[in-house]
C-alpha cells in the first residue's frame, strides 16, 4: 500500500475511523515474510518484488526471533552514528556473497516495522490498520523483539505528530510523517495513505537548464565544494510559466570551460534515463524548497524552485555537502 504526499497534515475525518500518525524513515521499502514451518527460508522482497534476503543475511539470522506465518511491511535501513545513511543501505543492497557478509558486521541493517498482512498464518489486510496496529504491539512486546527489529513510532495526537515533524526529521533519514486512517484495510498497489515530507528553504546555483534559454524547462542546480569546483546537486520540478520567464530574463549561455562540461546527469535519482542540460553561466541564485533526503551532498528527490536570489551573491550559496542549510537573509 502506499502513499500520496501532501504539503500539510490531513484534517480529521479525511480518512476512516480517525487519523494514526507514523514516523517516516528514507529507506527501502520491504516486506519481510517469516518462514512459514521450521526450515523453511525467510524472504525479503523489495518494492519492485526483487527478492533480497542474500543482502542481508544478519536479517535472516535474526528472523528467527519471530514466530512462523507472519508478513511484516516495514522500511529497510542502515545506522551510521546518530543518523541513517543510506549510502551505506545502498551498499549493502549490492552487496553479494562474502561481501554481504563483511558489511552485515560493519553496518548492520535495521528492520522498521510498521504494518502487518499475515499473523500465524492468518491474513489481516481487511482488518484495519487499528486491529494491525495492534497485532504489531503484541509481537513485540510477547517475543521482546529489540534490534534489528523496531516498531514504528506512531501517535493519535495531531500535536504530537507536529512535534515529530519539526524535530524528529532534523535527524537525517527521518522524512517526515506517514498517516494512515485507523478504520482502513490495506489495500495493495492503492495510494490510501498520506506521506507530509519536511521541507527546508535554501539556496543553490543554476549550472544549467533544460528545455531552452527562453522556456527553461527543469534548473540543474549545484553548490561550490572546498576545492572551488561547482558539484552538482538535483533539479527542479519543471518550472511553471511565469517562474520560467523569470529566470530566463537573467540567463547568459557558459562559454567553453564551463565545470560541467561533458558531465551526464540522470533524469531522476537511480535512473539511466539522462539529461541533456544547456550549461549556463553559474552566477544566478535560485532559492529551493527542499526535502531531508540527501545522499552524498545531492537531493534525491526534484526540488522546487521558490524564487530567484538577485539580492545575493553564489559566495552566500552554502557549501556543497550541507543539504538545506538555512536560506540567506
Do not use: N
Not at 523453511?40 to 536479517?59: E, T
Not at 510559466?241 to 561533458?262: F, K, Y
Not at 539522462?274 to 544566478?284: N, Q, R, S, W, Y
Request: proline fraction near 7%; aromatic fraction near 8%.
Amino acid at each position: 500500500m502506499l502513499a500520496q504526499a501532501r504539503e500539510t497534515l490531513p484534517r480529521p475525518g479525511v480518512l476512516p475511523g480517525g487519523l494514526a500518525f507514523e514516523a517516516k524513515f528514507d529507506g527501502y521499502r520491504c516486506l519481510l515474510f517469516t518462514s512459514a514451518q521450521q526450515g523453511a527460508p525467510v524472504l525479503l522482497q523489495s518494492r519492485r518484488g526483487s527478492l533480497i534476503q542474500r543482502h542481508f543475511p544478519d536479517l535472516v539470522t535474526a528472523a528467527r526471533q519471530l514466530p512462523h506465518g507472519w508478513v511484516l511491511d516495514g522500511e529497510l535501513v542502515v545506522w551510521s552514528g546518530d543518523r541513517l545513511s543510506f549510502e551505506a543501505l545502498q551498499r549493502r543492497a549490492s552487496s553479494g556473497g562474502q561481501t554481504s557478509a563483511q558489511l552485515a558486521a560493519a553496518m548492520p541493517a535495521h528492520f522498521i516495522t510498521f504494518d502487518v498482512l499475515q499473523a500465524d498464518g492468518q491474513e489481516l489486510m481487511t482488518e484495519p490498520y487499528e486491529h494491525r496496529r495492534t497485532a504489531l504491539e503484541d509481537l513485540f512486546t510477547e517475543r521482546g523483539l529489540t534490534p534489528p527489529w523496531t516498531l514504528c513510532p506512531m501517535t493519535k495526537d495531531p500535536a504530537v505528530a507536529q512535534e515529530w515533524l519539526e524535530s524528529w526529521t532534523q535527524v537525517p533519514g527521518v522524512e517526515g510523517l506517514v498517516i494512515k486512517g485507523l478504520g482502513q484495510r490495506y489495500l495493495p498497489g492503492a495510494r490510501g495513505w498520506f506521506k507530509v515530507r519536511r521541507r527546508e528553504t535554501t539556496e543553490a546555483i543554476i549550472g544549467g537548464v533544460t528545455g531552452t534559454l527562453s522556456r527553461p524547462q527543469f534548473l540543474v542546480l549545484g553548490r561550490y565544494d572546498g576545492d572551488g569546483r561547482l558539484r552538482a546537486v538535483g533539479r527542479t520540478t519543471p518550472l511553471h510559466m511565469e517562474a520560467a520567464g523569470q529566470v530566463a530574463d537573467h540567463l547568459i549561455e557558459a562559454r567553453p570551460g564551463h565545470s560541467w562540461t561533458g558531465v551526464r546527469f540522470a533524469a531522476t535519482w537511480g535512473s539511466r534515463d539522462t539529461l541533456d542540460p544547456i550549461l549556463v553561466v553559474p552566477e544566478l541564485v535560485a532559492e529551493i524548497s527542499a526535502d531531508t533526503a540527501v545522499d552524498r551532498g545531492a537531493w534525491r528527490h526534484p526540488l522546487r524552485f521558490v524564487r530567484l536570489r538577485l539580492d545575493v551573491t553564489v559566495a552566500d550559496v552554502p557549501p556543497f555537502g550541507e543539504g538545506a542549510a538555512p536560506a540567506a537573509g
